[in-house]
């Protein structure tokens, strides 16, 4: 978390950040990042919600009503650089309302269906493929994500419903944009933006972080 806030600090376009904080943490992120001499913007931290849309929507709640764009980011990608920061809300502030970060796909990807599956002698799950898309025209989806603040409040209310379950809400704020019938467009993402989420990729981030040092 607190690599993220100081590249979101460090790029120059951020003027506050708000952080979201899992239910009784607020007070101790709030010294953590708030004391941090590199994290040179005003903070402000608020409970999040069950899921990571009711956090953002919350996140925008705190959020002041004079910034026109708003930047969605998780701090789970805490290596993403600060040129990508700028790169996306340069994008947002050159008219296209909705920008997220994307690097192409290099692995074929298969389409499956959970209906038609078995399981193997030794519990093996067997998958049925039903297709083989394009991978010219897939891009894996990094944040921050950017948007005019007007959209991006209209997405959170009329998706509002979808937010106290993970089963139904929205993995990203894009998906609930593109809900509206609004197009969303994507620009040059980084590998340095990768998510942790498991021992691996806490292995590569340190990896990275040495480069950086």
Do not use: C, Y
């Amino acid at each position: 978390m607190l690599h993220a806030a100081r590249r979101l600090a460090a790029s120059g376009v951020v003027d506050r950040l708000v952080v979201t904080a899992p239910a009784g943490l607020a007070e101790a992120i709030a010294d953590i990042v708030g004391r941090d001499p590199h994290v040179t913007v005003p903070v402000r931290v608020v409970d999040g919600g069950p899921t990571r849309q009711a956090s953002v929507a919350a996140g925008l709640a705190a959020a002041d009503g004079d910034d026109d764009v708003v930047l969605v980011h998780d701090a789970a990608r805490p290596l993403a650089s600060p040129g990508l920061v700028r790169r996306v809300t340069a994008a947002v502030r050159s008219g296209w309302p909705a920008v997220v970060p994307g690097v192409a796909v290099t692995d074929t990807i298969k389409r499956v269906s959970a209906a038609v599956s078995t399981t193997a002698p030794g519990g093996i799950v067997v998958e049925r493929v039903t297709g083989t898309p394009d991978r010219s025209e897939l891009r894996a989806i990094q944040t921050p994500q950017g948007f005019e603040r007007a959209l991006l409040q209209r997405a959170h209310s009329e998706g509002a419903a979808r937010a106290g379950a993970d089963h139904l809400a929205a993995t990203d704020d894009a998906g609930l944009v593109e809900a509206l019938g609004e197009p969303v467009h994507v620009v040059a993402g980084e590998q340095a933006a990768l998510k942790i989420t498991t021992e691996h990729d806490l292995v590569v981030a340190g990896l990275l972080l040495q480069d950086d040092a």
